[in-house]
């Protein structure tokens, strides 16, 4: 399975992404599910051109997008980010800590099984 991140640009200009890669890599959190098969191969921001990325991620051979935790209590357009993605990979709408989320549930679309 490969796996795109998509984090938040401003957290971006300071954060090193510890967080989101620790999470991945150590298979916590959101990515909890997944097996030594899932591949990490692309970690972008929410800035810029979001057609073009869309485009190259399906060119990658994505399937599923995780949106950062910084996204998701972030970017105003959390929800309408999730639900472009959502017309080309399943979206998981957080990266680690809590499902929950200080400010709002992580959205999950279509893979259900990374949301229960």
Do not use: W
């Not at 795109?4 to 401003?10: G, Q």
Request: charged fraction near 25%.
């Amino acid at each position: 399975m490969k796996i795109a991140i998509i984090v938040h640009k401003t957290t971006l200009d300071k954060c090193t992404g510890k967080g989101c890669l620790g999470a991945f890599f150590q298979r916590e959190d959101a990515f909890a599910p997944y097996g030594p098969e899932a591949r990490l191969v692309a970690f972008t921001h929410d800035g810029g051109a979001l057609d073009k990325k869309i485009e190259r991620l399906k060119q990658l051979g994505v399937e599923v997008v995780h949106l950062s935790s910084c996204v998701r209590s972030r970017n105003p357009a959390y929800e309408a980010l999730a639900r472009k993605l959502s017309e080309n990979f399943a979206v998981v709408g957080y990266t680690h800590g809590s499902r929950q989320g200080r400010t709002r549930a992580a959205i999950c679309l279509p893979a259900r099984k990374h949301c229960e």
